[in-house]
């Protein structure tokens, strides 16, 4: 089974209130799976780790061929690909968390896409934003 998800993590406020929103597509684009979770506070950064890191849990459970993770944090892209050191003591234990799983998936590509290209993902993530705090759309 080849999966493709989208993750974006979103923050009000750098730092601030943070979430997450992950959607998994199967090869034809049907959606299998969506997170949108609140994470507490933090920085937009640390945001992006934590969807990462539930698109990696959320890829394991489908035991997938092959995995395409689209982020439009070119950051992260680039220190999950070590053309980036991670330098903040915030990102560390994050980045070690997406290593380690990305480490059980065979077949991992993670790409950039642009911001319009994740639509999904981030709508996800700002709804539980905006549920967390008691707001409307």
Not at 28 to 53: C, D, F
Not at 94 to 123: D, F, G, K, P, Q
Not at 127 to 136: C, F, H, V, Y
Request: net charge positive; proline share 4%; glycine share 6%.
């Amino acid at each position: 089974m080849r999966l493709r998800i989208y993750a974006d993590g979103a923050c009000w406020g750098n730092p601030g209130p943070a979430a997450v929103g992950v959607v998994v597509k199967d090869e034809g684009q049907k959606e299998l799976a969506r997170v949108s979770s609140y994470i507490g506070q933090g920085t937009n950064n640390q945001a992006e780790y934590q969807a990462v890191i539930a698109a990696l849990k959320a890829a394991i459970k489908f035991k997938p061929t092959e995995v395409t993770l689209c982020l439009d944090s070119e950051l992260v892209i680039r220190q999950l690909a070590g053309r980036y050191r991670v330098k903040s003591p915030l990102l560390i234990p994050l980045y070690v968390e997406a290593v380690e799983l990305s480490r059980r998936l065979a077949n991992l590509s993670v790409i950039h896409v642009t911001h319009w290209e994740n639509t999904e993902a981030h709508a996800l993530a700002r709804a539980a934003l905006i549920k967390s705090l008691g707001r409307e759309t």
